[in-house]
């Protein structure tokens, strides 16, 4: 089945508040550069968007779920909920439940994706959602950093970025499944995680590798097409076509790795995620993340 919905992968450190600036005409104005919380509510319902965050991840939830929320109020959202799941017999509360069946967007913030895949795998609260995605076209689920890793099928749990290239450094665990094709890193060129998703992929090569950079992230529709956003670089490593491999061989030494292909772009591309293919979206076309307010 081709989804209806979008997800939304982040690779953390997104902007959350807005720039003041004067205007070119030397008028006092506001620019606001939150291209990807814009992006967030403009593929839903725009400032009527009813949006859940789920700070799950996260070691300071409260802290980091009221810093989404003042963000999302600064552009004119006025129905923000939180979800304060920590446990996982707290998911299927029909309260929460119900909360999600409401929402046009839900959004899982950073932390650790272990927490996001122990509260949610295989309930009834993940299954709604699923459901939601599939069926429906204004839907929208987003998650930044943690929240993007824990989104596919295949998740990176964790690995040493200096060791990455040492067999058994790089570990994955089931994720949450909303993606089946694609395994998504976060904080990508800052922290260096190449070779661990070099890794990831070579493991698992029927799957595309995602780096996404901090503030940056990808608008992935009918389960295929990604959409840069941001303001950084997204990664991708494929291993469709990789020779040698030495990860089978045994469990000790460093990883041997033939013939992977990487592609890097900016905002102003979509990777089509089936054909393995990237194009170039005409200026024209692109979403102007610039508003002034005089």
């Not at 690779?11 to 720039?19: L, Q």
């Not at 009221?66 to 552009?75: G, I, R, T």
């Not at 990455?164 to 949450?176: D, I, Q, R, V």
């Not at 045994?250 to 990487?262: Q, Y």
């Amino acid at each position: 089945m081709i989804p209806k919905g979008k997800l939304i992968p982040v690779g953390g450190n997104e902007v959350r508040r807005e720039v003041r600036e004067r205007t070119a005409e030397g008028r006092a104005g506001v620019q606001t550069r939150m291209e990807i919380l814009h992006r967030i509510l403009t593929e839903s319902k725009g400032e009527k968007t009813n949006i859940v965050i789920i700070p799950t991840a996260s070691s300071i939830p409260q802290e980091i779920a009221n810093d989404y929320v003042l963000a999302y109020k600064s552009l004119g959202v006025a129905k923000i909920d939180v979800l304060p799941i920590r446990l996982r017999n707290q998911t299927d509360k029909p309260a929460h439940i119900e909360r999600v069946k409401k929402a046009d967007v839900v959004m899982f913030t950073g932390g650790d994706q272990r927490k996001l895949t122990v509260a949610f795998a295989d309930t009834t609260f993940l299954a709604t959602l699923k459901e939601r995605y599939e069926k429906e076209s204004d839907f929208v689920i987003a998650g930044t950093s943690a929240g993007a890793m824990a989104m596919s099928q295949v998740m990176i749990a964790g690995g040493d970025t200096l060791e990455a290239m040492f067999k058994s450094t790089t570990h994955t665990y089931e994720g949450l499944g909303l993606i089946e094709n694609a395994i998504i890193d976060s904080h990508f060129v800052i922290r260096g995680r190449f070779g661990r998703l070099a890794v990831a992929v070579a493991k698992y090569p029927s799957t595309i590798g995602v780096g996404l950079g901090e503030d940056t992230g990808v608008i992935i529709t009918e389960g295929r097409y990604m959409e840069a956003i941001g303001s950084r670089l997204v990664t991708i490593f494929d291993a469709k076509e990789m020779g040698h491999s030495n990860l089978q061989v045994d469990k000790k030494g460093m990883v041997a790795l033939e013939n992977i292909n990487m592609h890097v772009f900016p905002r102003g591309y979509v990777f089509d995620l089936s054909s393995r293919r990237l194009t170039h979206i005409p200026q024209e076309q692109l979403y102007n993340d610039t508003v002034i307010v005089s």
